[in-house]
């Protein structure tokens, strides 16, 4: 298992890698779900199998299917438009890479510095998290009911067709 | 279960966020935009699942849930202003709304 959680690490940076380099949208987003799929193996490996189970179904379930959706929607299946040309030389993206390098560098030295620990000893069971999520934290779960009706009217409102004042 | 140290866990969710905020920074498709900030937020949970396993509480898993809930409504948002702003700029390149009036 230990192995599992290093070979689903380096599968999620390289297909999250790929997502961000590719031209095509559609390719993009298959790789994103490779990312979450490996992720959730993660997870899995970690003794999270809940939010495992929850990274697929909602994650690479509805979120991607959402995405998908659009992209066919607004028909940009191919290249992503001058995107892909103009902008994945290196002079446009070495100044945003670098600075993260050195942000990565930090964070690293930061989390380096910190106990050595290990994790995964015991799995934490769908009943804790239940019982926790609507113990302490039922008011968190009013918060995010609340947010997801205002997204969903949101997204109606923005979503419905009206005509332009000016005729457009 | 896996028993890898516990920096090992943040040291993914640190390269995959900034490996989403590279792209939010470098990419100028508003689909590729949307994507990398869900990676972002993809990688923030795992943080919390990790610091969750590390002291096998359900707390981590519950952050979870909630960046899943918040993830979920940005992306339906942002996915109606993908298709809203297609319509008024016939683009995806985000550049455009630099022309954007009041």
Redesign the interface.
């Known amino acids: 298992?230990?192995v599992?959680?290093?070979i689903a690490?380096a599968v999620?940076?390289i297909a999250?890698?790929l997502?961000?380099t590719r031209r095509s949208?559609i390719h993009?987003?298959l790789y994103?779900v490779v990312?979450?799929f490996a992720?959730a193996v993660?997870?899995y490996?970690?003794?999270?199998p809940?939010?495992a189970a929850?990274?697929v179904i909602?994650?690479a379930g509805?979120?991607i299917v959402?995405?998908l959706f659009?992209?066919m929607?607004?028909n940009?299946g191919g290249e992503?438009?001058?995107?892909?040309r103009r902008?994945?030389r290196p002079a446009?993206?070495i100044g945003?890479?670098v600075l993260?390098?050195v942000?990565?560098v930090g964070?690293?030295a930061i989390?380096?510095s910190?106990?050595?620990?290990?994790?995964?000893?015991?799995?934490?069971e769908p009943r804790?998290?239940g019982?926790?999520?609507y113990g302490p934290?039922a008011i968190?779960v009013e918060l995010?009911s609340t947010?997801?009706l205002?997204?969903?009217i949101?997204?109606r409102h923005?979503?419905q067709r009206r005509r332009e004042p000016d005729g457009? | 279960m896996a028993h890898v140290p516990f920096e090992y866990g943040l040291y993914l969710a640190a390269v995959l966020f900034l490996i989403g905020l590279v792209g939010v920074l470098v990419r100028r498709n508003l689909i590729f935009v949307l994507a990398s900030i869900e990676i972002m937020l993809n990688a923030a949970g795992l943080a919390f699942v990790v610091a969750g396993a590390r002291w096998e509480r359900p707390d981590g898993q519950v952050m979870f849930i909630f960046i899943l809930s918040m993830a979920a409504a940005e992306v339906a948002v942002g996915l109606a202003l993908a298709l809203l702003y297609r319509r008024v700029f016939d683009t995806l390149d985000i550049d455009e709304a630099s022309r954007m009036r009041g």
């Open positions: 298992m230990t599992a959680f290093y690490g999620a940076v999250t890698l997502v961000v949208t993009a987003l994103l990312s979450l992720v993660v997870f490996t970690l003794g999270a809940f939010v929850l990274e909602v994650y509805a979120i959402l995405f659009t992209v929607l607004l940009i992503a438009g001058p995107d892909a902008r994945l446009s993206w945003p890479g993260a390098a942000l990565l964070l690293v989390i380096a910190g106990a050595n620990a290990r994790v995964g000893g015991r799995a934490v804790e998290v019982v926790a999520l934290y968190g995010a947010l997801l205002a997204a969903l949101g997204a923005l979503g457009r």
